[in-house]
T-cell receptor, first 112, second 112 residues
């Protein structure tokens, strides 16, 4: 599986935007970029995914570099509830039963 | 609509005991899987199933058995518990749209 690299931790202030980076220089053409987050004492939660174009949903935006070797998850206005570990994962959605390979993720701290 | 239900939430076992962790889903998802998460680490895949009657091994299958007799249920059996199996276990499902996995809230297992 292609590997992703994320900072171990990031800090933000409440109601400010947060940009969480992810490097994936060995991404293949069929890999989708997925983001999950894990709040304390909970299971991971799907956030967003994309292939080539930038994506928006009610939770976040995903900006994908033109060469697809990096991406950024954008939380437009951080809240205290957004404090979590954020995982950037590459997944070949054409593979039956394709697994999620989790790294260590980025621990996001949101200050009031 | 309960989503993914895991039972029990907490369990303490003695070394050598056996037990079954339960996972049930009401979303008619074909794909189900089990992950374990050790302190400060990302999740690792134990076993998965792409449909009733079909199971396969993930990254760390040793010491665990699974079966899938129905679409709804995917139990994980620990045959002879060892302290190294102390972990938080998550069940995850994937629907036909194959976008985001749905995770259960986890079972925290301690083996003494």
């Amino acid at each position: 599986d292609a590997k992703t690299t994320q900072p171990n931790s990031m800090e933000s202030n409440e109601e400010e935007p947060v940009h969480l980076p992810c490097n994936h220089s060995t991404i293949s053409g069929t890999d989708y970029i997925h983001w999950y987050r894990q709040l304390p004492s909970q299971g991971p939660e799907y956030v967003i995914h994309g292939l080539t174009s930038n994506v928006n949903n009610r939770m976040a935006s995903l900006a994908i570099a033109e060469d697809r070797k990096s991406s950024t998850l954008i939380l437009h206005r951080a809240t205290l509830r957004d404090a979590a570990v954020y995982y950037c994962i590459l997944r070949d959605m054409g593979t039956s039963g394709s697994r999620l390979t989790f790294g260590e993720g980025t621990q996001l701290t949101v200050n009031p | 609509n309960a989503g993914v239900t895991q039972t029990p939430k907490f369990q303490v076992l003695k070394t050598g005991q056996s037990m079954t962790l339960q996972c049930a889903q009401d979303m008619n998802h074909e794909y189900m899987s089990w992950y374990r998460q050790d302190p400060g680490m990302g999740l690792r895949l134990i076993h998965y199933s792409v449909g009733a009657g079909i199971t396969d091994q993930g990254e760390v299958p040793n010491g665990y058995n699974v079966s899938r007799s129905t679409t709804e249920d995917f139990p994980l059996r620990l045959l002879s518990a060892a302290p190294s199996q102390t972990s938080v276990y998550f069940c995850a499902t994937l629907g036909a749209a194959r976008y985001g996995y749905t995770f259960g809230s986890g079972t925290r297992l301690t083996v003494v």
